[in-house]
């Protein structure tokens, strides 16, 4: 079976990184708050639109930013997802939209994160379209978290699993995990 993993706030934990960025940066800014809104100005308290962009500044000039990303998958699921990687019974595709920060590409810096979390390479690719690529590869089965994504998979007819957080539970659909371990046990059924 073909398998597209979405790698931020399934694998990592981008959110939490975004916000002890917004938090160093601006002390008012709070870490541990539920993002409820895909604009984390609009659900974070005491951040502006003004903010956010120059959050998202640091971000882009920070080297290798996406490498040193902690991990939201928790260390049993990335050992698990090692384990059908390495027995090669499915094809697993890492498909990230992530923008270019300072230092590596982000397929270099995504490929450090997945050597180092999970201990096996993987094959990355960053696209914004992620519905049309899937189809092209034949992926079978997704999981993503961004609402913008999951609507465009389910649109080109793929299989998809929505990482369940709050910004993304207007999106009706029936096919949602809590971690990633959700999702692997749907890989082996």
Same mark, same amino acid.
């Given at each position: ?5 979405? #790698?931020?706030? $399934? ?13 160093? #940066? ?6 541990? $708050? ?5 604009d ?32 939201y ?32 590409? $982000? &397929?270099? &810096?995504? &490929? ?39 609507e ?6 793929i ?17 949602? $995990? ?11 059924d």
């Amino acid at each position: 079976m073909k398998v597209m993993i979405d #790698m931020d706030d $399934v694998l990592t934990n981008f959110n939490l990184a975004f916000l002890q960025v917004a938090h160093r #940066m601006y002390e008012e800014v709070p870490v541990n $708050v539920e993002v409820k809104v895909w604009d984390f100005w609009k659900s974070v308290p005491n951040l502006t639109l003004e903010m956010e962009e120059s959050v998202w500044e640091v971000i882009r000039g920070t080297p290798n930013f996406y490498e040193g990303l902690p991990a939201y998958a928790d260390h049993e699921d990335l050992f698990r997802l090692a384990e059908i990687m390495r027995a090669g019974r499915h094809e697993i595709y890492f498909i990230t939209s992530r923008f270019p920060t300072k230092g590596r590409t $982000v &397929q270099a &810096q995504s &490929q450090r994160w997945i050597l180092e979390h999970v201990g096996e390479p993987g094959t990355i690719i960053v696209s914004s379209r992620k519905g049309e690529l899937c189809q092209v590869l034949g992926v079978e089965l997704a999981v993503d978290d961004a609402p913008h994504h999951i609507e465009n998979l389910l649109d080109h007819g793929i299989n998809t699993y929505i990482m369940d957080w709050a910004y993304n539970r207007h999106i009706d659909h029936r096919l949602r $995990v809590k971690n990633l371990g959700e999702f692997l046990d749907c890989i082996m059924d």
